[in-house]
């Protein structure tokens, strides 16, 4: 009577050099997964001291799998470069009131230049005494996304209570403008 307990003797010779290429594709795998993550390669020391003890066409045959590796490293050890864009750098060309000041406002607007790459940026408007440096009323704006080399304008209405009140005490009076661009 056949013992059927799956006794490997009785399998047929097929599924024996099936299961056994299996196994050697599955260290293979291993062995080119370990080597492409750390660059360790295990086979390079038993292929070198076999090829020192064996005859030169042995040797070549040998070391092909090396040279092939040898390849992949190189691949992987090339550094990659990038280049991050120019931000962009704004300066004021040409500025102006937009009408007389309000009894608590003034609208100004400038032309602004980008002089550094795409890009948008942001400028404070002040409102100054006329002969002291202090500012009375200020405002800031966005400058639009604007192409390198390229001009664009923008503006905004500034209002303030001393703003005011420099009106009040000093009917018919002027004020100077100012603007600084905050790249």
């Known amino acids: 009577m056949a013992d059927e307990s799956g006794n490997s003797d ?5 599924k024996k050099v099936g299961a056994v290429i299996s196994m050697i594709g599955g260290a293979v795998s291993v062995l ?10 295990p086979l390079k020391e038993l292929f070198s001291s076999s090829s020192s003890s064996t005859s030169a066409g042995t040797s070549t045959s040998a070391s092909a799998p090396t040279s092939t590796w040898t390849v992949v490293r190189e691949e992987r050890s090339r550094p990659t470069t990038t280049t991050r ?3 962009p750098d704004f300066s004021v060309r040409s500025t102006q009131w937009d009408g007389p000041c309000g009894y608590s406002w003034c609208s100004m607007s400038a032309v602004f230049r980008n002089n550094g790459g795409v890009g948008n940026g942001s400028a404070t408007f002040y409102v100054l005494l006329p002969d002291e440096n202090q500012y009375l009323a200020l405002c800031s704006t966005v400058l639009p996304t604007t192409a390198e080399d390229s001009v664009t304008s923008a503006g905004c209405t500034a209002s303030s209570g001393p703003l005011q009140q420099h009106f009040q005490s000093h009917p018919g009076g002027t004020v100077r403008m100012d603007v600084r661009v905050d790249n």
Do not use: Q
């Open 85 to 87: 864009p120019a931000p």
């Open 32 to 41: 080119v997964g370990l080597y492409s993550l750390t660059g360790f390669n």
């Open 10 to 14: 009785k399998e047929p010779d097929y």
